[in-house]
């Protein structure tokens, strides 16, 4: 269930101990981002106080109150100006310790409330901000983007933290700017009470979970589909997730004569993905780096998928070999490929004991990687250490 983001309360942040972290993201929230809702809702030691420019509708009952949405005058104020005065004053009141915002263009954004309340600047690295390069971004006609190609490099000199979602990534960040020193993988972490094994699967369901945008490679798995469909007529394809590829993506399953095959249900909650993971015999995750240079951090459906116990097939792209051992928890194939992606869904449908094997390797792997909770622990501690007085006197 979601809450109206506007339904403010700021006694139940006065009223809390815990000291405030801010949460910085433009739109609060975007549906397909359950992951920067999770951090927010899952923080112990420090409270969060969600701080955007524009209400989504998809804020979970967990931060219920805790959202402030600039006024529009701020809003255009910090998009146009970059003048953080008015949103400053409104925060401060609060006395937060740390700006925390996701995605590279919202830490630009950021800066200058981060500056104003002077605190420090954590920022979560999470893909397309790092892969695509300024000159990307610039062509892109987006003014957040447009604002970090220009500012990253005040970005890079003044954040605090780095957090980049994979080791990948991290790497692909480190060759792009930023400091070594001050990016450190953090991965998201997964419910693993939400996202968990149930038994046997269906035997026949391919799930694939994500934004319909290219990089998804979702394409390249309807294709491969379509070959496997010939040795394996039981099978179907659901495909959870919205955007705007949907309408292409329809059309070439019914070039391919697959209508009754493939099922498009559209963006869907948490929970209904973990039970659609619970029901599917794999999942498929054939991501690429797209024409215009996005690319994936670690898609989050791969570390849910492995806390389900379910095998994952996936290309090697970005970070998902950190997800994936390839022949012990799923199998990687090369990006673009629909031939090796058909054949390794195949070998998968064909084995219930592979299948088995390599699900409850996945699960193991998530329990030691990927719990939420562990990694709430570590982002806390994380936030000590950009708070404590040397960490802030060295920045």
């Given at each position: ?81 970059g003048a ?15 700006i925390?915002?996701?995605f ?18 954590i ?60 990016t ?63 309408g ?61 116990g ?32 058909a ?53």
């Open positions: 269930m979601t809450s109206p983001a506007h339904n403010w309360r700021p006694s139940l942040i006065a009223d809390d101990p815990r000291p405030v972290a801010v949460i910085y993201r433009s739109p609060v929230f975007n549906a397909a981002e359950t992951f920067v809702a999770a951090q927010a809702a899952n923080l112990v030691r420090y409270q969060p106080l969600v701080v955007g420019l524009y209400d989504k509708g998809h804020v979970p009952d967990a931060l219920d109150g805790r959202v402030l949405l600039a006024s529009r005058r701020q809003e255009l104020a910090l998009k146009l100006l953080a005065g008015g949103l400053a004053a409104r925060v401060a009141e609060f006395q937060p310790r740390l925390h915002a996701h590279g263009p919202d830490g630009t954004l950021a800066l200058p409330l981060a500056r104003r309340l002077d605190v420090p600047l920022v979560s690295l999470r893909g397309y901000d790092v892969t695509r390069s300024p000159f990307r971004l610039l062509r892109s006609g987006r003014l957040s983007w447009t604002r970090h190609a220009l500012w990253r490099g005040r970005l890079m000199d003044e954040g605090a933290l780095f957090l980049a979602v994979s080791d990948a990534l991290r790497e692909q960040a480190i060759a792009a700017g930023y400091p070594a020193e001050r450190v993988t953090h991965y998201n972490g997964v419910d693993l009470d939400r996202f968990k094994p149930a038994g046997g699967d269906d035997g026949a369901t391919i799930l694939h979970a994500g934004r319909l945008v290219e990089k998804k490679g979702t394409a390249v798995l309807i294709r491969a589909f379509a070959e496997l469909l010939s040795k394996h007529p039981a099978a179907s394809l659901v495909i959870l997730g919205d955007g705007p590829l949907r292409s993506l329809e059309r070439l399953a019914g070039e391919l004569g697959l209508s009754g095959a493939v099922r498009f249900a559209g963006f869907q909650p948490p929970d209904e993905v973990a039970e659609w993971m619970r029901r599917a015999a794999i999942v498929a995750a054939p991501s690429l780096r797209a024409d215009d240079g996005d690319g994936e951090g670690l898609p989050n459906v791969v570390v849910e998928a492995a806390a389900s379910r095998p994952v097939v996936a290309t090697d792209h970005g970070g998902i070999g950190e997800a994936v051992a390839d022949g012990e928890t799923g199998f990687l194939v090369p990006e673009r490929a629909a031939a090796p992606l054949e390794r869904l195949g070998e998968l449908l064909e084995s219930v004991d592979l299948r088995r094997r390599l699900g409850s390797a996945a699960r193991a792997l998530a329990e030691e990687k990927f719990d939420l909770r562990r990694q709430m622990t570590r982002l806390e501690a994380l936030y000590d250490d950009v708070t404590s007085t040397s960490a802030i006197a060295t920045r």
